[in-house]
């Protein structure tokens, strides 16, 4: 059974232009044109996570209250 | 006495023995910087009047018979990320060019307590990350070896300075390997602490989870000096441990008889430099020779391991850089924007995923290291890279042999182990064990280091 989300197909340059207009970026020409040809291979890397793991598996950094410091 | 490649230890002992001044050294060091920096440009500001400054104070203390400790007048430099009260820590970036701290960070303070001598602020990929760059306010560090070729990243600057001979330490930062790739390529050592074992408060942050400060110098005895002084539990950093700081000198003994290490031989069996896997092989017989137990041993792919820190970090960064990125983008180096930039688009659950990963990657590292003293791998993939402004950008396309460690947060120590035919560049081991077992990595890096001399060979800068 495929345990992560590498089959999906790629993005599109025209949804890249949503997805980076949606999380409020508004890249010159020449920029964007930079981030369609570099986020392809983010994208795949992101899609190779497993995505199994049990209930319980807690992440690696876990809210310790005693850490966080005061003042 | 030229003293530019004598070690933190040696120096100590002249001084002890009247034989050389702090003042002496670090004039010596600054005449050297000054002569041979214009093509190497590993620092960004040399501070020669705070230099002598210290050096002058250092020197009355120990002729007064006061010791502060291992580094009482030793000069050092920092990786410009590291604040520095009065003096401009500029990350190597066109958006802090002009930031001065208020305040020293941490770990400063600790060093200045020691008794060290700031040289100056050293070259960095941009903000620990973007490099190498040919589009900031300075130019990229290069590789003392061969200045055509670089000195890794993101600790340029101090990898290049402490082979060079300007400076006998430096202080680095690792997410990903940003201290233990540059030590490497060029035939330093250079150690990634465990998470949480020295402070990083006052450090420019790259990945909130994986940050790690820790020192740069031309030995594993060194290291150990260099260590004693910044090691700590620090309050005011939300990922230091409060675990008591070991006299790591005493594990400087030179006998691993017995220690067992496990080879994680297929992180670099195929894809590296050709003369690499002879040379790992050539330095687990010097360590079998020692009298340790060598056995391969099986862990996650690089692949699986790169993936998962590459994600949390872009996330980080992202979260780090976003009203800077959203406002001014074209101030930003093109690799650090375009590495950073994606994570704008990383959705919470690949992160949470991503951290729930890392859980189980660095659990399979400690169960691994329930049956081994230490793990042993290669420091680079490769050597030097060409300077060439044309490299294509590899940070997700090759997967890195320094990120395992940084997902585990072991200590890891990269320290030289040859050089390649071809080209003359340095090779590389890599030594890592269980968290806090710094005494460990250092043992057996300074045992290797007593049979070997690969560390005693330094570059002719004329």
């Known amino acids: 059974m495929r345990t992560d989300l590498s089959h999906l197909p790629p993005s599109t340059p025209d949804e890249i232009r949503v997805m980076t207009r949606r999380a409020g970026l508004d890249l010159p020409e020449e920029l964007m044109q930079q981030f369609i040809a570099v986020w392809p291979a983010f994208e795949a890397m992101v899609r190779r996570i497993p995505r199994d793991l049990g209930r319980a598996a807690e992440p690696a950094h876990s809210y310790r209250p005693l850490r966080i410091v005061r003042g | 006495m030229d003293p530019a490649f004598l070690t933190i ?33 590993s620092f960004i500001r040399v501070t020669p009047e705070a230099a002598l400054a210290e050096a002058q104070a250092a020197e009355r203390e120990l002729m007064a018979g006061r010791r502060r400790g291992p580094l009482h007048g030793i000069p050092y430099a920092l990786k410009d990320i590291v604040e520095t009260a ?69 600790s340029s600057g101090a990898s290049a300075a402490v082979a060079a001979g300007f400076v006998p330490g430096a202080v680095g930062t690792d997410t990903g390997g940003s201290i233990r790739g540059p030590a490497a390529v060029c035939g330093i050592a250079g150690l990634k602490p465990t998470y ?23 030995s594993a005895g060194d290291i150990a000096l260099f260590l004693q002084v910044i090691a700590g539990f620090d309050a005011e950093d939300p990922g230091s441990e409060d675990v008591p700081v070991p006299d790591y000198r005493a594990a400087l003994t030179g006998r691993i008889e017995g220690l067992r290490f ?37 862990l996650s792919s690089l692949r699986d391991y790169t993936d998962c820190k590459t994600t949390i970090s872009i996330a980080e960064l992202y979260s780090i850089h976003e009203k800077d990125l959203k406002t001014r983008p074209q101030d930003f180096g093109r690799i650090l924007r375009n590495r950073v930039l ?3 688009l990383i959705r919470a659950e690949d992160y949470v995923q991503a951290l729930r990963w890392r859980a189980v990657l660095a659990r399979e590292q400690a169960l691994t290291l329930k049956r081994f003293d230490a793990l042993l791998t290669a420091g680079a993939l ?4 060409p300077a060439d402004p044309n490299q294509p950008d ?69």
């Not at chain 2, 100590?12 to 440009?41: C, F, I, M």
């Not at chain 2, 490769?382 to 890279?385: E, G, K, L």
């Open chain 2, 9 to 41: 230890a040696e120096l100590g002992r002249l001084y002890d023995q009247r034989e050389l001044s702090p003042v002496e050294v670090t004039r010596s060091l600054l005449d050297r910087v000054a002569a041979h920096d214009a093509k190497l440009h």
């Open chain 2, 86 to 154: 009065g003096i401009p820590t500029t990350g190597h970036s066109k958006l802090c060019k002009d930031y001065v701290p208020a305040a020293d960070a941490h770990l400063v303070t600790l060093l200045k307590a020691g008794g060290a001598v700031l040289m100056g602020k050293l070259a960095t990929w941009e903000f620990a990350l973007g490099g190498p760059s040919w589009d900031l306010p300075w130019p990229p560090a290069r590789n003392p070896w061969n200045p055509d070729y670089l000195p890794g990243g993101s």
């Open chain 2, 196 to 218: 949480g074992r020295v402070s990083r408060r006052g450090v420019f942050p790259n990945t909130f989870t994986m940050d790690h400060c820790g020192p740069l110098t031309r």
């Open chain 2, 262 to 298: 496990g080879l994680i031989e297929h992180w670099y069996a195929q894809g590296a430099h050709p003369d690499l896997v002879p040379a790992i092989s050539a330095a687990v017989e010097v360590l079998r020779g020692l009298g340790a137990v060598v056995e391969p041993v099986q």
């Open chain 2, 342 to 344: 994606p994570g704008a």
């Open chain 2, 382 to 385: 490769n050597v030097a890279d």
């Open chain 2, 394 to 462: 590899r940070l997700v396309s090759s997967p890195s042999i320094t990120m395992p460690f940084s997902v585990g947060g072991l200590p890891a120590l990269a320290i030289p182990c040859g050089f390649s035919r071809a080209e003359g560049l340095p090779l590389s081991l890599q030594i890592a064990a269980a968290p806090m077992a710094e005494p460990t990595v250092l043992r057996i890096a300074h045992a290797y280091q007593q049979a070997t001399d690969w560390h005693r060979r330094h570059p002719d800068l004329h």
